[in-house]
């Protein structure tokens, strides 16, 4: 089993939809990153947090320490949206990452 | 654009070859990470320099090395290659604590 589990591992969804992607980890950690990979291949950092909530335009992501668990809500998606999300946990040191499998999102429009 | 550039972008490579690829981190940022991405996964840790020496490393053989620069900019050296070493190779800059990291567009590497 992966120390770190998204769900779905794919998402297809009609523009204006909300969106939620789930994140599961297994062990201890100090912060959790989400990330979007398109296409290209370039990763951009989305969020970092370690407690709580965080809102960044129409990107939301919580995070429940005690459960493991996080989730990235797109609110009113977007075509634009469409990439493939990660969530990643430090381990071993603070930029040693392990990451998710990713989460394919497709917005039809 | 995260200030974190890596060269070549595409390279072609042929198994048992030496390849090179470069990393300029974002101002500042004394930690740089490598990953590699095979298609259809999530990235891999290699390993991870910080002023200039080797601080941790992932599950990958010797032929994988880096190097760390004064000016912080990094390489990741691949020997011997192999056709499982066809990726995506990423760099990541950071400052060493529970930061923010910093990705490049990655180098796709491909070895026939």
């Known amino acids: 089993k992966n120390e770190v589990e998204q769900s779905p591992q794919n998402l297809t969804a009609q523009e204006g939809e909300f969106i939620t992607i789930n994140c599961s980890y297994s062990v201890g950690i100090s912060a959790l990153h989400w990330l979007q990979q398109h296409p290209g291949g370039g990763i951009v950092s989305l969020f970092m947090?370690?407690?709580g909530k965080k809102k960044h335009g129409r990107l939301i992501a919580t995070i429940n320490i005690q459960e493991k668990h996080s989730s990235l809500h797109i609110t009113a998606s977007h075509p634009r949206d469409s990439a493939v999300y990660i969530c990643a946990v430090p381990r071993g040191g603070a930029q040693k990452l392990v990451f998710g499998q990713g989460t394919r999102l497709t917005i039809n429009p | 654009e995260t200030g974190v550039t890596q060269s070549p972008t595409h390279l072609i490579k042929t198994r048992g070859q030496q390849v090179t690829l470069r990393c300029s981190s974002q101002s500042g940022h004394n930690t740089v990470s490598w990953y590699q991405q095979a298609l259809g996964q999530g990235p891999q840790f290699i390993f991870q320099?910080?002023?200039?020496?080797?601080?941790g490393r992932g599950n990958f053989p010797p032929r994988f090395s880096g190097l760390q620069f004064p000016n912080y900019s990094s390489e990741l050296n691949v020997n011997a290659l192999e056709l499982d070493d066809s990726a995506l190779y990423l760099c990541a800059s950071s400052l060493p604590r529970d930061t923010e990291a910093f990705f490049g567009q990655g180098t796709r590497l491909t070895v026939v």
């Open positions: 320099y910080y002023r200039e020496e080797e601080n």
């Open positions: 947090l370690s407690s």
